[in-house]
């Protein structure tokens, strides 16, 4: 999609919702080196949300959406739980159909823009809570996986179900007292990014959404990748404060004190072969990229 | 705006002509063909302009599902892989139908079943997906025999559910049936169901469009609702979302929406009444005793109406061609002379006679039988005994029935 096609009609203009209005004036489609950094400046693809007050997904979902290195040929693909009360608002294209089919989903999806848009970059992403992807999903988290579809899977990591009211989940910590675990969980946290890469992904990182360039940086390998290689699987921590006792302004520490070197969402990151030579093909050229920009504006300066 | 062309008369990467359907279906010239039904399911796919297939072995659609994969090497399908379960497959086809892909699979029984939180899923999305039903058993203990026992499952999914009685159906409704579906007021799935083995297994005369003929490709932008493929603005679909709200609103919208693919059902009517020539076949409803049947209930029924003439016993028959839509008038106007009404069926609880009961006044002229289930075949000589016994007349013992 061009951003053409997102323009409004003179004599419809005033009658369009203002944040529709904004979206075509200053969102980041089709702008190359879109980041985290457009945040305050530009009109971000999220519109208002309905999270709770100092939620952590909010803060990933902005920094997700502001990083896609696409938006304007993304298809997110989304799950049940909190992030579907997020989706509706988000100015990509997304899909909620069942609970724990959202790689299947996906796996039809970019297939089917493969088929009809077969010179075009039509790029999946997929973005589902712990319980949709390591739980009920998780046959088809892997499945997908092993038969090398070209999209990436983005776990929201709470440790929990929290839009049902903080249940047990595959996810959470050994040991952890919650509804549905009222002795304490029994066993471990399921390692999903030593399966993932195990089941064929090329790209793995696990870590928290505390640092927005961080997420950027994950978000674009991770989609670049997918997009040329292979699946990719990111499992962020983006803690519920509310199941887990934190009030609104404790989610951002919660992450830093998960991220320490000893700590379960210490940064972790597998890239595969092909994957790291795509990464440095990539480097090289927006190196000359910048180098290029640096020189045309040297040279505007100089005339 | 790119000046939109027709594509009628040009050719795919094939060679076939993609052909106005209508002229393609009705007025081509016909090749008589000795085939399975599986092989019939093929044929019709390979002239259907098939964007995406995906498949997961279940007896008795296996076979069908592997052939469709050999069409896929031969370049008629986009893409075609094999699923993990049905629940899978049928969540990939909802994928590539959000995406904008006409979209084909096969299942059977416990894959019905197990796939089955998908089907109100596809209505409601408004997804026009067909999906070929080759019914087996689904009882425990396992029973991979003939049994429509699924279809009554399927009835109140929001899909369109049609029921054919031969490969001659399946071959011609398959086609036909994404006409329907994928018209803008109706756009909604197709369960296009046959009873296994009866119809896959068996071979049959059937006649065949030309092969260098193919249905003009789907049009996702005519859908009701935007495609997913970011070639339309991305607009915020609603100020809150509706899942787990608590007021009128949402229950509003959650209803209204409800009702819409209903509405949709019944707008289908038209199309299929266009297309199938009919919801319902009849014959000889002005006698006293109509047989009325969906499948291959409906061939027996014929066969037990041609024996009970040799002893004088005049009996029409209405074959039921879809089940939704559902073609309650055409069922009251044809059986409005019947004082019996007979409704024979390969499952135990007797889902068509309960809906034909529904259906017509004096409803205790509907006799629910003779029905046949796990596997059990249906011999005509059963439902000529099933009729003279409700008649009052002698019948001859039938072994194991405890007359």
Redesign the interface.
């Known amino acids: ?1 061009s951003k053409e ?2 323009q409004i009609s003179e004599a419809l203009y005033d009658i369009m ?1 203002s ?2 209005q904004d979206l075509v004036k200053s969102a980041t489609y089709g702008k190359e080196d879109r980041g985290w950094k457009d945040i305050g400046t530009s009109k971000e693809l999220i ?1 208002q949300h ?1 999270l709770c007050a100092g939620c952590p997904e909010s803060m990933a979902f902005r920094y997700i959406l502001a990083s896609l290195p696409n938006p ?4 997110m ?1 989304g799950s ?1 739980g909190c992030t ?12 909620h ?2 609970f724990g ?1 959202q790689n ?14 077969p010179d075009r970059v ?1 790029d999946v992403v997929v973005l589902a809570g712990d319980g949709a992807t390591v739980d009920i999903g998780l ?2 988290t892997l ?1 997908a996986w092993f ?1 090398q579809e070209k999209f990436t899977t983005i776990c929201f990591d709470n440790e929990l179900y929290a ?1 049902t009211g903080g249940q047990e989940s595959g996810l959470m910590q050994k040991g952890f007292v919650a509804k549905m675990a009222p002795v304490g969980k029994l066993f471990d946290k399921v390692r999903l990014p030593e399966i993932a890469r195990e089941s064929g992904c090329h790209y793995v990182v696990n870590c928290t959404v505390s640092k927005p360039s961080l997420v950027e940086k994950v978000i674009r390998n991770a989609v670049h990748i997918a997009r040329e290689i292979g699946p990719t699987y990111l499992q962020l921590y983006t803690p519920c404060i509310l199941e887990i006792g934190k009030n609104s302004m404790e989610g951002l520490q919660e992450m830093r004190d998960s991220e320490k070197p000893s700590e379960r969402f210490a940064y972790k990151e597998y890239v595969s072969e092909p994957a790291k030579q795509l990464l440095t093909e990539l480097a090289a050229k927006d190196k000359e990229r910048k180098a290029a920009a640096k020189q045309l504006a040297a040279q505007a300066q100089a005339n | 705006m790119a000046e939109i062309k027709s594509v009628i008369g040009t050719q795919n990467k094939k060679g076939q002509t993609y052909t106005d359907t209508w002229k393609m279906m009705n007025e081509a010239p016909r090749t008589p063909s000795f085939f399975t039904g599986s092989e019939v399911i093929k044929e019709a796919l390979r002239r259907a302009s098939c964007d995406v297939m995906i498949a997961y072995p279940i007896t008795p659609q296996s076979e069908a599902a592997a052939l469709i994969g050999e069409l896929f090497a031969e370049g008629y399908i986009g893409d075609y892989f094999r699923g993990e379960s049905e629940f899978a497959v049928m969540s990939q086809c909802a994928g590539s139908a959000f995406g904008g892909a006409r979209v084909f699979t096969t299942t059977a029984g416990p894959g019905t079943m197990r796939a089955m939180e998908n089907f109100p899923m596809w209505a409601g999305a408004r997804l026009p997906i067909q999906m070929i039903v080759t019914c087996r058993g689904i009882n425990s203990p396992l029973s991979i025999q003939p049994d429509t026992l699924e279809i009554a499952y399927l009835l109140n999914t929001g899909m369109l559910v049609w029921h054919a009685e031969t490969a001659q159906d399946f071959f011609d409704w398959i086609l036909k049936g994404y006409m329907v579906s994928e018209e803008p007021d109706v756009h909604l799935p197709l369960a296009l169901c046959c009873d296994g083995f009866f119809v896959t297994h068996t071979k049959d005369v059937v006649n065949l469009t030309p092969a260098d003929m193919c249905l003009p490709p789907y049009d996702p932008y005519r859908s009701p609702v935007p495609c997913m493929d970011m070639e339309c603005p991305p607009v915020r679909m609603m100020r809150d979302p509706f899942v787990m709200k608590s007021n009128y609103i949402s229950y509003a919208t959650h209803a209204s929406w409800q009702q819409e693919i209903w509405a949709a059902v019944e707008r289908s009517r038209k199309h299929s009444i266009h297309w199938l020539n009919g919801l319902i076949d009849t014959e000889n409803t002005d006698a006293d005793i109509v047989i009325v049947a969906s499948g291959t209930a409906v061939s027996q029924g014929r066969e037990a109406i041609r024996l009970l003439e040799d002893e004088g016993v005049r009996c029409g028959l209405v074959k039921v061609k879809t089940l939704r839509p559902w073609p309650e008038e055409e069922i009251r106007e044809a059986t409005k002379n019947a004082k019996h009404i007979f409704v024979p069926e390969f499952n135990v609880t007797g889902w068509l006679a309960k809906e034909i009961r529904a259906s017509v006044p004096n409803h205790q002229r509907v006799h629910a039988g003779p029905h046949v289930c796990g596997g059990m075949t249906m011999p005509p000589e059963i439902i000529v005994s099933e009729i003279k016994t409700a008649l009052g007349m002698k019948t001859f013992s039938l072994a194991g029935r405890g007359s």
């Not at chain 1, 304007?72 to 298809?75: A, I, R």
């Not at chain 1, 989706?87 to 294209?93: D, G, I, L, N, T």
């Open positions: 999609m096609r997102i919702p944040d529709y519109e309905s304007e040929d993304t298809v693909v049940t579907s009360l997020v989706f509706p608002m988000v100015a990509v294209h997304n899909i159909s069942l089919n299947a989903i996906a796996s039809g999806l970019k297939r089917a823009l493969s088929v009809r848009f039509k046959d088809m499945q038969r839009n």
